[in-house]
């Protein structure tokens, strides 16, 4: 007998139903407390930066830290006035909650601070340097002040999963990051099944190592 009503499609029924827009972007809405493991740095080329603002039909612009938007571009907010640009941030993450790998939109700088605080070099506390190896957890409260109103929170440093590792073997290799920058989705033609997940293990292997050591048939990260 099933222990829930919807079989074994509980989860990506759940994906379905709490998606609006893309699946392939991260979104937290007020009163979520979110589980992600972010899975790019600067230094491998995952993480990237840029500016962000909104055109005159309200689609998002992305553009490099070294090319400004001109005033021009812009479009106008809910209150007439010019569209705010931001410097964000985006990422691939591990959603814990959709066994999917999704892209992080990181505009808040409260979120952007909090996160650099962790990995900071200068930092005397090692074991949060690289945030692939834990996970992150992300509580959102709209009702608290502006600098509140976003909790971030470590866990202690653990190994994915062998199945986890191999999906993302499959999925990493083929996301191209800068595609935002031309307008694209870096996601768009990666095709997912959600993972069903049962349990979060816990190991202390580096994710390097760990994604180096996947068992998979075909290919290797990187390549």
């Known amino acids: 007998m099933e222990s829930s009503i919807w079989g074994n499609e509980a989860q990506s029924i759940e ?3 709490n998606s609006s827009g893309s699946m392939n ?18 230094a491998d080329g995952f993480l990237i930066r840029g500016f962000l603002t909104f055109d005159m039909n309200s689609k998002p612009m ?17 209150y007439g006035n010019k569209q705010q640009i931001w410097e964000f941030w985006m990422v691939p ?4 909650d ?15 601070k909090a996160l650099f605080a962790l990995t900071d070099p200068k930092s005397v506390n090692k074991q949060w340097a690289d945030w692939r190896n834990y996970d992150i957890e992300i509580f959102y409260d709209n009702k608290q002040a502006p600098l509140n109103k976003y909790r971030i929170n470590p866990y202690p440093p653990h190994e994915l999963s062998s199945e ?60």
């Open 15 to 17: 994906a379905s139903v």
């Open 62 to 78: 992305y553009s490099t830290l070294d090319k400004p938007f001109d005033p021009d571009q812009l479009g106008l907010d809910k």
């Open 164 to 223: 986890i590792m191999a999906h993302l073997q499959k999925v990493l290799p083929g996301i191209k990051m800068d595609d935002v920058f031309n307008g694209k989705d870096p996601l768009e033609n990666i095709k997912q099944e959600p993972l069903k997940m049962e349990e979060k293990p816990v190991d202390n292997r580096s994710f390097m190592d760990q994604i180096a050591h996947a068992e998979v048939k075909a290919g290797a990260f990187g390549q």
């Open 98 to 112: 959709l066994g999917l790998v999704q892209l992080w939109e990181i505009r808040q700088k409260t979120i952007q």
């Open 25 to 42: 972007y991260f979104k937290i809405q007020d009163g979520q407390l979110k589980r992600v493991r972010l899975l790019g740095t600067r």
């Open 93 to 96: 993450i591990w959603n814990w």
